[in-house]
């Protein structure tokens, strides 16, 4: 595409993907799609409300008027599966984070979820997704990866991720391979502060990098980079986003990778506090990147915007920089926008061209994927990925005898929480097959008198399930009280599943009996309480090592 006739300002704006806060276009992204000219939109839970919605949401932003409405804006997303979901509602497939179909290790199920997850994704009009995750979470402290992992293991890292690409790819959505160089070995959320990984470059090359070469031989569309450090590739103390050294010198030439390469949010403590947003966008474009993320703040999205433009007008940037990354953001809309005109709401460009604004969305007014096909998929890799851990003799249920069954809730959901007790519960999956269930429900971090009153409770039932959820780091101290109190209580004869980071055991190793779900949605749920039930035999494997007696790739058989 000539870009010759394009003014500087609307080719810095390509190079921006900015959110906003609404159900519709408001005026804040009206002003960065006419003015600042940006190229792409991300969307978080609080642009969703139901399937009809963002389906012309879509539409509509497609259409806003901009001077170069020929070209479609990226309609961008983290939809990981698991907790990080912006897709969880009514008509929308709930589909498995990646820690659950690690535990599952089959390749062709990661293939087949990632399928589904894009077609429902371009019936939205949604053409990017920032997804997969192939960090490897070899650190039980790390507070922001956990179960986004496939795992510890690099090689089944790089499998799954490989898998997930080609099934976003093949059907139209381009895929984003993160966090480059890796975020897994972290003890720091680079959300809310600036992360070390202090291993030499021997350990990287194995680990960390390996998922990231097999993506690349695979040909990922986009690579996300970590706000964190990496001595041994950059010894001056800036976070990987930042770095010539890293962006260019290591992903691009040493690694030969070709794609856009698009930063993380620049909103994250680990850059606003850094160096602040707006210098941060011109040192990432200057360090190699392609596309600038800046999700939330409408002041800090034109700062860092105008930031670029005068960065280009002094001479701190060239225009030739800026030509770079435009060429290959507009070789990736066209590759994925122009090659399905997102679903047929319009016919596709021509050969190598882009859809035009006016045919590049469709979008469902009905649910996206029939259930029958869809709840198939999603039950076999529930089934699947659910671990045994260890048994003393508690499984299956007698059901003849009450069940108690005590639930976390996580109270005050942020945008980036998952719940951690959802409408569907164990006491309806364990009712449904026959057992008298009594359920209480406790705070995720549960007061004292919450802990006590559990324990009180428990002495008129000889079968208790305890579900634990951390969120990150490790369990909260009720919850661990809590369990260790009920050992106490019921000589270790209790039953605990952990339905987020599988790490939960170390807190309490003399319970009788411990599953990982990985994930506490319905399907995970139902599977729980097959095997609670002995209807279903536990099949899932580690995907990380819990402690020296239970590594990586143990089951109990």
Known sequence: MNVSQWTLEEKIGQLFICGFDGL?????????????????????????????????????????????????????????????????????????????????????????????????????????????????????????????????????????????IRGYQKTGVGATAKHFPGHGDTAVDSHRGLAVVPHNKERLYQVELLPFRWAIEAGVDA??????????????EIPATLSRRVLTELLREEMGYKGVIITDCLEMHAISKHCGIAEGAVQAIEAGADIVLVSHTLPEQIGAIVAVQAAVKSGRLSEARIDQSLERILALKSRRIGQNALSGGGEAAGAGGLASSDSAISFASSPLTPPDESDELLARIAERSVTLVCDSGNLPLDSSQPVLVICPELRGRTEVDEPSLHKYTLEDALTALGYKVTLNVIGTQPTAAEIAAAIEQSAQFKQIVVVTYTAEGAIPDGQRELVKALNQEHDSQIIVASTRNPYDIDAFMETGTYLCLYENRSFSIDALAKILAGALRPQGVLPVSLNAQYPAGYRKL
């Open 24 to 164: 519709e276009p408001d005026d804040a992204i009206r002003a960065l799609t006419k003015e600042y000219h940006i190229g792409g939109i991300v969307y978080f839970r609080r642009n969703v409300a139901s399937v009809e919605q963002i389906s012309s949401l879509s539409h509509n932003l497609q259409r806003l008027p901009r001077s170069r409405s020929d070209i479609p804006l990226f309609i961008s997303i983290d939809q990981e599966g698991g907790m990080v979901s912006r897709l969880d509602h009514d008509g929308i497939s709930r589909i498995p984070g990646n820690m659950s179909l690690g535990a599952a290790d089959d390749a062709e199920l990661t293939f087949e979820t990632a399928v589904l997850s894009a077609n429902e994704m371009i019936a939205l009009g949604m053409n990017l997704n920032f997804a997969p995750c192939i960090d490897v979470n070899n650190n039980a402290a790390n507070p922001v990866i956990g179960v986004r992992s496939f795992g510890e293991n690099p090689e089944r890292v790089a499998t799954h991720g490989v898998a997930a």
């Open 223 to 236: 690579i996300m980079t970590a706000h964190v450090i990496f001595p041994a590739f950059e010894p001056d």
